[in-house]
């Protein structure tokens, strides 16, 4: 039986997979290293000067913070503090059947909206939950604040909630349902692609939203789920991030060419959905269907989307990784992959090793402003904020 801490994590893990990518099998079991080149593009460079990450993508402000982590928490939670909350709306939507039912979703508009000139629309997607996806990434995140200095608006759709397998009725847990998709096991009878694109026509016709600059962002499960809508929604977003997320590999993959900034954000140390070395992680036995995860690939299928030319370049800078094919290399639509090497490391049952003054935590988390945060696993780094580059990024994007 699944304990009470499994029924209510916010975070799904990975599986040890076999891919296309060179694969070094380091240990004997499931533990798995990675060694990514891809599979058809050069080595990347990696003698390249660290100062700047990139000519367009400065993350000095976020990389080199030289704060405490204590003094940059009480900076996040003054942030996530004065957030303004969300709206709730709702929406019909089909089901496979051909019946309608209604689902409802948050929405958050931006202060100053008068309706004059069309607004950026980010989409975020929560990760597995046992029931409080609503307001769930919205806490996390922080989001509304930066969407009210930026002026974009915020939506927040929720997964379904379900009875978790052989607990007799007493676990629940809240996952994204598509064919292809989803950490669980998938329920024929609807599919929340219909969902999403019921609720983003919903926000477009009662807001001014610009059509050409939606973005798309999801936390782990989500992030996974993110990959997924770019492929069934042909010609809808301009910009993609997935945060702590991954790839299973049967997702529906974009059509190549088109085109949409793309962002991962992994952690050396998330046991939840391992980047590298740990095999499957603590949560396959719930949810097999990680046993084929592989946070890395998604990065390749951004590329071959965005039909990227040349090399990708590798740039560290303050215990993160940045690999990047630019916006000149991809038409406009740059793929970043960054990985937060973290400053100390977490054992398998949580225990924190080497835990420094400023603590620099490389987890399964969304790292920077906003609550939440599983002790041991799930802990944020304040040196890092998801948030602030995604608000810095992702509405700028406009699709072609």
């Not at 998938?186 to 001014?208: E, F, P, R």
């Not at 936390?219 to 910009?239: D, E, I, Q, Y």
């Not at 992959?337 to 100390?344: A, K, L, N, P, T």
């Not at 988390?365 to 944020?380: F, N, Q, T, V």
């Amino acid at each position: 039986m699944l304990s009470g801490a499994v029924l209510k994590s916010r975070f799904a893990p990975k599986g040890a997979a076999k891919y296309a990518l060179p694969l070094m099998i380091v240990g004997g079991g499931s533990r798995l290293g990675i060694e990514h080149f891809w599979e058809d593009s050069p080595k990347p460079q990696t003698d390249l000067p660290i100062p700047h990450l990139s000519s367009d993508f400065v993350l000095s402000d976020n990389l080199a913070n030289k704060k405490s982590a204590f003094e940059n928490k009480k900076e996040a939670d003054l942030q996530a503090a004065n957030a303004r909350p969300s709206e709730h709306w709702s929406v019909e939507t089909k089901l496979n059947s051909g019946d309608k039912e209604k689902r409802d979703y948050d929405i958050f508009i931006p202060k100053g909206y008068d309706g004059k000139n069309p607004l950026p629309a980010m989409v975020m997607l929560h990760g597995v939950t046992g029931g409080d996806g609503q307001g769930n990434l919205e806490r996390e995140s922080a989001m509304n604040a930066l969407a009210d200095e930026k002026q974009f608006v915020v939506i927040y759709p929720f997964a379904k909630i379900s009875a978790v397998p052989y607990t007799f009725g007493g676990g629940k847990i809240q996952d994204w349902n598509s064919p292809g998709a989803g950490l669980t096991r998938t329920d024929n009878s609807y599919d929340d692609v219909a969902y999403i694109d019921a609720v983003l026509k919903d926000a477009q016709a009662k807001l001014n939203i610009d059509k050409e600059r939606v973005s798309l962002a999801g936390f782990s499960s989500g992030g996974a789920f993110a990959t997924h809508l770019w492929g069934r929604m042909p010609g809808t977003f301009a910009a993609v991030a997935s945060v702590h997320g991954t790839s299973l590999g049967t997702e529906t993959s974009p059509q190549l060419g088109d085109k949409a900034a793309f962002f991962s954000f992994l952690s050396k140390h998330d046991y939840m959905l391992p980047a590298d070395g740990i095999g499957r992680g603590p949560m396959t036995m719930f949810m097999p269907r990680i046993a084929t995860s592989n946070p890395y690939r998604q990065f390749e299928i951004a590329r071959r989307t965005n039909l990227a030319t040349g090399t990708p370049t590798v740039r560290t800078a303050d215990g993160v990784t940045v690999t990047e094919f630019s916006a000149d290399q991809c038409g406009g639509f740059p793929v970043r992959q960054i990985v937060i090497d973290g400053g100390y490391k977490s054992g398998l049952l949580g225990t924190a090793i080497g835990y420094g003054k400023d603590g620099f935590p490389a987890k399964h988390a969304w790292d920077g402003a906003g609550k939440g945060g599983w002790p041991g696993i799930g802990e944020k780094n304040y040196r890092l904020s998801i948030s602030r580059i995604l608000a810095d990024e992702l509405p700028k994007y406009k699709k072609h």
